[in-house]
Structure formats: C-alpha cells, structure tokens
C-alpha cells in the first residue's frame, strides 16, 4: 500500500474527532467530508474540501445524493496494481481515496424515538454503506474505519509506518466493517419485516451487538459471548448491583426465571431455576411466602441455582434468602438492608430487573449449517376454554390452582409434569423421554419434600397422558385434580382411569411442549 493522501470523512457520531483529525494533519492526509462533518472539522479549525465541491457536483433530493458520486466511490475501489485502472483514474482526473473513515445515520436511535414510518425511512443510510462496503472491498489498497474504537489503533498505523497502514490491519477492519454492513442491513429488514408483520419472511437475518464476552461457555473449553438483539434497546437492561460477573449458564438461568415471570405469573412470585428449569414456583399474598414455598418444593436442587423475584426484596426476604447459597438473585427492586445483607456474599450476583423489557416474539435453535425458527409460546390459558371430561367436576377454588399448575407446566423442559397446592409446587418432572418417569419423579420429590401436601393435590402434564399408568402414579400418590391437553387415543382409557379412582380431570386443549 502506498502512502495514505487522501481520506474520506463523514460520520454521525463525531465523538473524538480532534483526534484522529491532528494525526490526519500530522501525516499531510487531504482531507474530504460533507454535511454536518464538514462543519464539524471546520469549526475544529482543520482543513477540509466538501464533497460537493471535491466532485463537482452539488447536492440534490434532500441531501440523498451527496456521496453517490463515481468520483468518489472510483477514489475507493481503484485497485493501485492495475494499469488499465490507473489509466481510466488519469483520463477522468480522478484522485485516490485512501481511507474512509463512516459510521452510519443512527438508525436504531430513530425507531426508538418516532414511530413515523416517513422519519424512519428517510433516516435509513444509504452514501455510508455503499462507500463502507466499497472500502472493505478494496482492502489491499484502502483502509476502513467504522467505530471510533479503532482510532486509537489507526494513529499508532500510521505512525508505525509512516502513513500507510499494515494489511493485517485493514483485513480486521474490513472485517469488522462488513459485519457492521450486514448488522446495519439486518436491524432494517427487521423493523420492515415487523412494520407488515411478517415472521417467517423467505430470507432471514439476524443482528446482535456484542455486550460483553464471558469467561466460557457452558463448560470450561467452550468460549463465549453475549449479544443484544433488540430494535428498542442498546443493552439488556439488567443492571447488576453487586457481585462477580454473570456466566453462561447464569445468563442461561436468568432468562429462563424471567420468562416464567414475566408471561404468566402477577401476585407476588418467586421461581428457583437450576439449569434452566424451575425446581420450585410459588405465587403468594405475601412475597415472603413465595420464597419459602418455592424453596420448600426442592430444597436440595435449589441450592446453587437463581432466585427469580417479581416484587421487591426487602431486609426480612433477603435475611432467609441468604440462609442458602444461590448464585443470581433477581428481583424488582432491592431496598438499602437487603443490600447490605447480600453483598456480603461476594460471589452472590444482585440483579434488578425493574427495567428489563422481553420484546421477543419468536425463538430459534441454531445447529449446525440450519436452524428453526418459531413462534414463542405465548399462548394464555383460559379457564372458560377447559373441559371437565369426568364425573366430578372441580370448583372455583380448585381453579385457581389448576391454573397456576398449567402455568407453571409450560416452562418445564419436556416431558414435563408439575405438581401443586396452594399455588406453589411441590413436585416437578422434567426433562424425561416418557411421562411416566416424569410423574415418577414428581411423586418422588413431592413424598421427600411435600408429604403432607401431596393429599388432594393437583397435577399438570403438558401433553396428554399416551397411557393410563401415568396418571395412575399420580392418583396412587395422592393427586385428586389432573389438567393436562387431552388428544389421546387412549383419553377414553385415560378417562375411565379418572372416574374409576374418583378424581377431577380436565383438557385444556393446549399442548405445551418446551424441548
């Protein structure tokens, strides 16, 4: 690469600006800008010609032509070893761009403040990207920068080698400016793919901004990092008062608290999550309530794992709280004392989850050269909509629990099987190939933990039951209530099970599977 001559500047976000503009200055870099940069480094006292001027040729349609130019984007994609190019530059007297220095119109920044389709459109970049993805091309001969990070790095270039920049340095910036391209092109088709509803279009991107790399993945070996992917927000929005830094497997954990949190439940609520599965749930008048009874539905497995909090922990929560070692702690809000107490565990994550905002409305599975991409299960249960598909039929009481219990169903990994009272559980199984291991180890947890409870309980499935052994496990346990889909060719087996031991059932309709 030859010595850097000319350099190309126009940017939205100027933030140290000065800076690069006094090491442009100090290696004899021409400089050429448009619009509000233009200004800009006039009035920071640097030399600089406008484009308009540069290219002979003014403005136009509101400033969408501005750098949309042959002489510009020639300057950038001139390939320096080509004489055929060399003799077409010299025959149009155009001049070489050797460094292009754009970051975008703030796209995100527009759609989170207007929601005025024209505003919106007009703000979407068009001069930037084309000169960027021009640039990033041509790498062997031009240099690329696109966030103001990378200025620092750029100096050091150009002193190192005396106005020109090494080819290492401008493959990672042409990297780094492709997948600027790229994310910038994604957010777009994102917010059109939202504006006419359209979930599953036939080209499908994603975008994401890089919050902050982890320590590992889910084990040791495994690297890792975290993204925001968001149209209304620039960060996660959990804002950790204390303790170490959060892991995968917190994130993992973390997320899977909220989300039970968030879609389903609204009095007072605690979940205990341990690899990504709740392991207790309760809901409660008194929030203090909710912990211990969350807790009390599997206190061996909720050790080590996160307390997720829809309500503010006060002094006397935090006090029992902390009577167990868990990692995270979520919560809406957290007042001075049971700060105080918290932070006394070092390695205890504190996050408040006040400003947290799920705007998700699909999920995705990557694998290896494919992913699924589907709706998120967001379907609300309706008590109008059950069935009562046995002779006894439950009561408005018994509602509310069969509710709750189907609630909390959908949140557990498949096959799933959730045992309640009183709107907490008191037994839970997950994860398991058949469902009557699943009502095997519910049973189980529930005779250790929940004795006393299990009589008169109720159980949810969140699919229907293929046989009747599974419901017979539950019902030889104590379960007097069972709500599950229905859909069986065997529900008639299933039923007659039902009537026969004198219990209640009851089809949703609705299958929940989370696999």
């Known amino acids: 690469m030859s010595k850097i001559k000319n350099a190309l500047i126009s940017v939205s976000d100027k933030d140290k600006l000065k800076i690069i503009l006094k090491s442009l200055k100090k290696n004899r870099i021409n400089i050429i800008s448009?619009?509000?940069?233009?200004?800009?480094?006039?009035?920071l006292g640097f030399k600089c010609i406008e484009v308009s001027e540069y290219t002979g040729f003014e403005e136009m349609l509101d400033g969408r032509i501005k750098t949309l130019h042959p002489k510009i984007h020639s300057g950038i994609l001139f390939q320096r070893n080509k004489k055929k190019h060399k003799n077409q530059m010299q025959r149009k007297k155009f001049e070489p761009i050797d460094l292009v220095i754009v970051n975008f119109y703030p796209f995100e920044t527009i759609i989170k403040n207007t929601s005025n389709k024209k505003s919106i459109i007009e703000n979407i970049d068009i001069g930037g990207p084309s000169m960027v993805r021009s640039a990033a091309k041509n790498l062997e001969d031009v240099t690329v920068i696109t966030d103001k990070k990378d200025y620092s790095e750029l100096i050091k270039e150009l002193k190192r080698f005396k106005g020109k920049t090494s080819l290492d340095f401008r493959?990672?910036?042409?990297?780094k400016a492709f997948g600027l391209t790229a994310y910038y092109d994604a957010i777009v088709s994102e917010w059109f793919n939202r504006d006419i509803g359209l979930k599953f279009p036939e080209k499908k991107t994603f975008f994401g901004k890089k919050i902050s790399q982890l320590r590992y993945g889910e084990n040791p070996h495994q690297k890792s990092s975290i993204y925001v992917n968001s149209l209304k927000n620039d960060d996660i929005n959990l804002q950790q008062l204390s303790g170490r830094d959060l892991s995968y497997n917190n994130y993992n954990d973390i997320f899977a608290g909220i989300d039970i949190l968030v879609s389903n439940l609204h009095s007072p609520s605690t979940v205990i999550i341990k690899h990504a599965n709740p392991c207790?749930?309760?809901?409660?008048?008194?929030?203090?309530?909710?912990?211990?009874?969350?807790?009390?539905?599997?206190?061996?497995?909720?050790?080590?794992?996160i307390v997720a909090c829809n309500y503010k922990i006060n002094n006397k929560i935090a006090k029992e709280i902390n009577k167990t070692f868990f990692e995270v702690i979520l919560a809406k809000g957290f007042d001075e004392g049971a700060l105080r107490i918290f932070k006394k565990k070092k390695n205890m994550r504190i996050i408040d989850i006040s400003k947290y905002?799920?705007?998700?409305?699909?999920?995705?599975?990557?694998?290896?050269?494919?992913?699924?991409?589907?709706?998120?299960?967001?379907?609300?249960?309706?008590?109008?909509?059950?069935?009562?598909?046995?002779?006894?039929?439950p009561s408005k009481k018994e509602l509310k629990d069969i509710e709750f219990a189907f609630r909390v169903c959908k949140h557990v990994k498949s096959n799933a099987i959730v045992i309640v009272k009183n709107s907490s559980t008191i037994g839970?199984?997950?994860?398991?190939?058949?469902?009557?291991?699943?009502?095997?180890?519910?049973?189980?947890?529930?005779?250790?933990?929940?004795?006393?409870?299990?009589?008169?309980?109720?159980?949810?499935?969140?699919?229907?039951?293929?046989?009747?052994?599974?419901?017979?496990?539950?019902?030889?346990?104590?379960?007097?209530?069972?709500?599950?889909?229905?859909?069986?060719?065997?529900?008639?087996?299933?039923?007659?099970?039902?009537?026969?031991?004198?219990?209640?059932?009851?089809?949703?309709?609705?299958?929940?599977?989370?696999?």
Do not use: W, Y
């Open 34 to 43: 448009s619009g509000g940069t233009f200004k800009s480094i006039k009035r």
């Open 171 to 175: 493959r990672r910036m042409a990297s």
């Open 357 to 393: 905002n799920n705007e998700t409305k699909t999920t995705v599975k990557f694998f290896d050269s494919s992913f699924l991409l589907q709706d998120k299960d967001d379907l609300v249960f309706d008590k109008k909509k059950l069935k009562c598909v046995t002779k006894n039929k």
């Open 280 to 305: 207790g749930i309760s809901s409660n008048k008194s929030a203090l309530r909710s912990f211990l009874n969350a807790q009390a539905s599997d206190p061996v497995s909720a050790f080590g794992g």
């Open 428 to 515: 839970i199984g997950a994860g398991q190939q058949n469902r009557l291991d699943s009502c095997r180890i519910a049973t189980q947890k529930a005779r250790k933990f929940q004795p006393k409870n299990l009589t008169n309980s109720i159980a949810a499935s969140d699919a229907f039951f293929p046989f009747a052994d599974g419901i017979k496990t539950l019902i030889n346990a104590g379960v007097k209530i069972i709500v599950q889909p229905g859909g069986s060719i065997r529900d008639k087996e299933v039923i007659d099970a039902a009537n026969k031991a004198k219990i209640k059932m009851v089809f949703t309709g609705i299958r929940h599977f989370n696999h």
